[in-house]
């Protein structure tokens, strides 16, 4: 099982951007997906963007395209959640999760990440992103 550190959060005006990084350790990097989620106040959690530590390959959900993207630096186990041209409502607690890959295909791990968040069980303590109007 992972460990997972989520960082990098503050207070940015809108317009602003931010990095988010997500340092994982405690298992092999490359059979997991991770995947970046944010949670505002008084709403569920939400999936943004994942990548698969093995080949890199990216997933997104709407409320991500066009602003955020998601890159993976290997040597330094950590996956980083570029947040640019940020709005209010992107206020929120941001969180990284992470699932093996080892007995399902890592589509299917991220597609069921996003779908039920509540059943993942890695979680790194989320990063507060606080986007002033």
């Known amino acids: 099982e992972v460990q997972l550190q989520a960082s990098g959060g503050g207070l940015v005006q809108a317009g602003g951007s931010l990095r988010l990084s997500c340092t994982i350790s405690?298992?092999?990097?490359?059979?997991?997906?991770i995947g970046w989620f944010r949670q505002a106040p008084g709403q569920e959690r939400k999936g943004l963007l994942g990548?698969?530590?093995?080949?890199?390959?990216?997933y997104w959900t709407d409320p991500a395209k066009g602003r955020f993207t998601i890159a993976i630096d290997d040597a330094k186990k950590t996956v980083f959640l570029q947040l640019n041209s940020l709005k209010f409502e992107d206020t929120a607690v941001y969180y990284c999760?992470?699932?093996?890959?080892?007995?399902?295909?890592?589509?299917?791990?991220?597609?069921?990440?996003?779908?039920?968040?509540?059943?993942?069980?890695?979680w790194g303590r989320g990063t507060q992103v606080t986007v002033s109007s």
């Open positions: 990548i698969f530590g093995g080949d890199a390959r990216t």
């Open positions: 999760a992470a699932e093996t890959t080892r007995m399902r295909d890592p589509d299917l791990t991220i597609g069921t990440m996003f779908r039920a968040p509540h059943a993942i069980g890695s």
């Open positions: 405690g298992d092999t990097f490359d059979e997991y997906a």
